[in-house]
């Protein structure tokens, strides 16, 4: 299985700015997905982030507020643009790897 | 569009009491059904993959099963350790997995 690190782990941040979170993987993959996790939620993928192309994004889901990076083959970041209180929640990457899905530790935001 | 559904929310054990967990879905062309684990504060971990009907999976004091329709996550004799929510997700085409809502398990000593 794979080694997926995130940065920050966690943050509190204020209304109107934005964040940008890293997740960084021990291996070379070709997809990598971003996540969220609303408070007492369950899981809904945000975007699959292609290394060399624009990310495909879920419905609900728009590049100029959650924008994503994908330079190489093991890394990725994903941006909270312009964040409201309604943005507060775990954020998580994940890759695929064996046909199974793997998760980093996640990044959880406060937006106050 | 696909549809999973966990139930109970909850569930209250005693250490011991095996219980069993249920994830029904809705899906056209499964191409996998996941469970994972889940402690607070932490990203999901992977505990099994199930492909077709009839197939089952043990771990430990976990089992999971698949039907056409729903699978089951059997936990025998918990532990404390054992305390966590429990997601379940079904993958078809593509890559996206759809997740349920979760199983919120506490094994009380």
């Known amino acids: 299985s794979a080694v997926i690190s995130q940065k920050p782990s966690r943050d509190i941040c204020q209304r109107g700015t934005s964040l940008t979170i890293q997740c960084q993987v021990d291996?070379?993959?070709?997809?990598m997905f971003w996540y969220r996790q609303q408070p007492g939620q369950s899981l809904t993928l945000i975007a699959t982030a292609n290394q060399g192309s624009e990310a495909t994004y879920e419905s609900g889901f728009v590049i100029d507020k959650f924008p994503i990076s994908r330079p190489n083959l093991t890394f990725s970041t994903l941006t909270v643009s312009n964040m409201s209180p309604e943005d507060s929640s775990i954020y998580l990457c994940?890759?695929?790897?064996?046909?199974?899905?793997?998760f980093g530790e996640g990044s959880r935001l406060t937006v106050l | 569009e696909d549809q999973v559904t966990q139930s109970p929310e909850a569930l209250r054990l005693q250490e011991g009491e095996s219980s069993s967990l249920n994830c029904s879905y809705t899906?056209?062309?499964?191409?996998?059904l996941f469970w994972y684990r889940q402690d607070p504060g932490k990203g999901p971990e992977f505990l099994f993959t199930l492909y077709s009907a009839g197939e089952e999976k043990e771990k430990e004091r976990l089992k999971a099963t698949l039907t056409k329709k729903e699978s089951f996550l059997h936990i025998t004799a918990p532990k404390p350790e054992d305390s966590a929510t429990y997601l379940c997700?079904?993958?078809?085409?593509?890559?996206?997995?759809?997740f349920g809502g979760g199983t919120r398990v506490l094994v009380k000593p």
């Open positions: 291996s070379q993959v070709t997809m």
């Open positions: 899906v056209s062309g499964l191409r996998g």
């Open positions: 997700a079904v993958k078809a085409a593509g890559n996206k997995l759809t």
């Open positions: 994940s890759v695929m790897g064996s046909g199974e899905l793997f």
